[in-house]
């Protein structure tokens, strides 16, 4: 995995075919090394830097109301004057739910510390089991929904069920081959001590505002807005949580893959070669000069990639249906043509070159399709395996979440569950993505 593309030269990405193998190592390690820490980068995706600092302290603003209005004092800010309450007053506060979101959130990061555990053991057969059981959690959680009149959702997780179960079928060959690479990624990525200090001290500022984020959640839930008013406000909460959870996980992201880029291009992090503060000059890129293109990629990438695997799992098991396998074909190369705009192999782009996001994300794609790595890459299940263990999590922490709600609000169960859930799955994602770094080399 040593020898994928992402580090070669911007201007000739044939070279690596070109060269023998101490010759490319060489003349790749001046080419990075100029590259990562001795040019001078400009500004790139400043628009999108300024939405995402915009919508930071707008809403940041917004969820400190929220929360305050019902802390302690019902309607302290006379809100549901605005809101043309149609619904009885039940004098819920903010601190009722404010701790069932502060137990979320302690278990999604037990769960991700738990789930690293796991992809790092020999354990194959554990971690296949792991696989199957996201599908066996969604059906189950369907039928609850189901007898408790959730009629919606209980729909809504069968056919995710379903739909796990045919891409699961679809790649169960290449799960062996996933879970080498995912052990090896995750034993180089622990032998890097930098690697763990960047993950502590976002995983601190992840934490943070998860906690300024449920204070205001936590308000909405308690509010006396009428149930369709709630659920719109959180949605708009909850889209933010999952772009600011992505821009974080991606400077992460974009972090170590400059660090995991070095260590691969100088042969170990102890070589002689190795730049002065590698470290500090990726993390001072990626939260400058890169941050634009970290906080638009994070908008789109992860849902297009979600969107990619389930069309290509479902494709392959289509058989002679040549009118279905048209419609499919045609969504196929749909979303094939997003991917190269839209893709996580971009975030390596951007740690090594500086570029813009979609430029980033569409040489990396040229790239691997000029260098035949497109097809290992497209064999390679390591990413939607993290998607199942981040979406596992997620559904753990929400029904532990919407458990203990039960015992007290029967009404407010989904409500609270749903976004709890979110809150794991982000937290999960959160511990994990230093893990991929190693995969996208």
């Given at each position: 995995?040593?020898?994928?593309?992402?580090?070669?030269?911007?201007?000739?990405?044939?070279?690596?075919?070109?060269?023998?193998?101490?010759?490319?190592?060489?003349?790749?390690?001046?080419?990075?090394?100029?590259?990562?820490?001795?040019?001078?980068?400009?500004?790139?995706?400043?628009?999108?830097?300024?939405?995402?600092?915009?919508?930071?302290?707008?809403?940041?603003?917004?969820?400190?109301?929220?929360?305050?209005?019902?802390?302690?004092?019902?309607?302290?800010?006379?809100?549901?004057?605005?809101?043309?309450?149609?619904?009885?007053?039940?004098?819920?506060?903010?601190?009722?739910?404010?701790?069932?979101?502060?137990?979320?959130?302690?278990?999604?990061?037990?769960?991700?510390?738990?789930?690293?555990?796991?992809?790092?053991?020999?354990?194959?057969?554990?971690?296949?089991?792991?696989?199957?059981?996201?599908?066996?959690?969604?059906?189950?959680?369907?039928?609850?929904?189901?007898?408790?009149?959730?009629?919606?959702?209980?729909?809504?997780?069968?056919?995710?069920?379903?739909?796990?179960?045919?891409?699961?079928?679809?790649?169960?060959?290449?799960?062996?081959?996933?879970?080498?690479?995912?052990?090896?990624?995750?034993?180089?990525?622990?032998?890097?001590?930098?690697?763990?200090?960047?993950?502590?001290?976002?995983?601190?500022?992840?934490?943070?505002?998860?906690?300024?984020w449920s204070f205001g959640t936590a308000g909405v839930v308690a509010s006396d807005m009428d149930d369709g008013g709630r659920w719109w406000l959180l949605l708009v909460l909850s889209v933010s949580l999952f772009?600011?959870?992505?821009?974080?996980?991606?400077?992460?992201?974009?972090?170590?893959?400059?660090?995991?880029?070095?260590?691969?291009?100088?042969?170990?992090?102890?070589?002689?070669?190795?730049?002065?503060?590698?470290?500090?000059?990726?993390?001072?890129?990626?939260?400058?000069?890169?941050?634009?293109?970290?906080?638009?990629?994070?908008?789109?990438?992860?849902?297009?990639?979600?969107?990619?695997?389930?069309?290509?799992?479902?494709?392959?098991?289509?058989?002679?249906?040549?009118?279905?396998?048209?419609?499919?074909?045609?969504?196929?190369?749909?979303?094939?043509?997003?991917?190269?705009?839209?893709?996580?192999?971009?975030?390596?782009?951007?740690?090594?070159?500086?570029?813009?996001?979609?430029?980033?994300?569409?040489?990396?794609?040229?790239?691997?399709?000029?260098?035949?790595?497109?097809?290992?890459?497209?064999?390679?299940?390591?990413?939607?395996?993290?998607?199942?263990?981040t979406i596992v999590g997620g559904l753990i922490t929400g029904t532990c979440a919407g458990a203990w709600t039960y015992t007290k609000w029967h009404d407010r169960v989904v409500m609270v569950g749903s976004t709890?859930?979110?809150?794991?799955?982000?937290?999960?994602?959160?511990?994990?993505?230093?893990?991929?770094?190693?995969?996208?080399?």
């Amino acid at each position: 995995m040593s020898d994928s593309p992402a580090p070669s030269s911007n201007s000739d990405p044939g070279s690596i075919s070109a060269v023998d193998q101490t010759g490319g190592r060489s003349r790749r390690s001046t080419d990075g090394s100029q590259t990562l820490l001795s040019e001078s980068r400009h500004w790139r995706d400043v628009f999108w830097l300024g939405i995402f600092v915009i919508h930071l302290i707008g809403l940041g603003f917004l969820l400190s109301v929220l929360g305050l209005n019902r802390f302690k004092k019902t309607d302290r800010f006379n809100i549901s004057r605005y809101t043309n309450q149609k619904v009885e007053t039940k004098g819920e506060l903010t601190e009722d739910y404010w701790p069932i979101y502060a137990v979320a959130g302690g278990v999604g990061a037990l769960l991700g510390w738990m789930w690293l555990l796991l992809l790092g053991s020999p354990a194959n057969q554990m971690l296949k089991i792991s696989v199957h059981i996201l599908t066996t959690y969604l059906a189950v959680i369907s039928v609850l929904c189901f007898w408790c009149d959730q009629f919606f959702w209980g729909v809504a997780f069968a056919i995710a069920a379903a739909l796990q179960f045919l891409y699961v079928i679809s790649v169960i060959d290449r799960l062996s081959f996933t879970m080498l690479v995912l052990q090896k990624a995750v034993k180089m990525v622990w032998s890097l001590p930098e690697v763990k200090r960047v993950a502590y001290v976002f995983m601190a500022v992840m934490l943070l505002w998860m906690g300024i984020w449920s204070f205001g959640t936590a308000g909405v839930v308690a509010s006396d807005m009428d149930d369709g008013g709630r659920w719109w406000l959180l949605l708009v909460l909850s889209v933010s949580l999952f772009w600011t959870g992505a821009v974080l996980c991606n400077t992460v992201h974009v972090i170590v893959s400059g660090m995991v880029f070095l260590v691969l291009i100088h042969d170990g992090r102890d070589s002689v070669s190795m730049p002065h503060n590698p470290l500090v000059k990726s993390l001072r890129y990626a939260v400058t000069t890169s941050l634009g293109s970290i906080c638009y990629g994070s908008l789109f990438t992860a849902a297009i990639r979600t969107l990619r695997w389930e069309i290509r799992g479902i494709r392959s098991k289509i058989g002679n249906n040549e009118c279905l396998l048209c419609c499919v074909d045609f969504l196929f190369h749909l979303v094939e043509t997003l991917v190269r705009f839209f893709n996580k192999y971009a975030y390596v782009q951007i740690a090594v070159y500086g570029k813009g996001f979609n430029r980033s994300a569409r040489d990396a794609w040229e790239l691997f399709q000029s260098t035949g790595v497109e097809a290992l890459v497209a064999y390679d299940c390591s990413g939607a395996v993290l998607l199942m263990g981040t979406i596992v999590g997620g559904l753990i922490t929400g029904t532990c979440a919407g458990a203990w709600t039960y015992t007290k609000w029967h009404d407010r169960v989904v409500m609270v569950g749903s976004t709890a859930m979110l809150m794991g799955m982000v937290l999960v994602s959160f511990l994990l993505t230093t893990r991929k770094n190693y995969i996208l080399h």
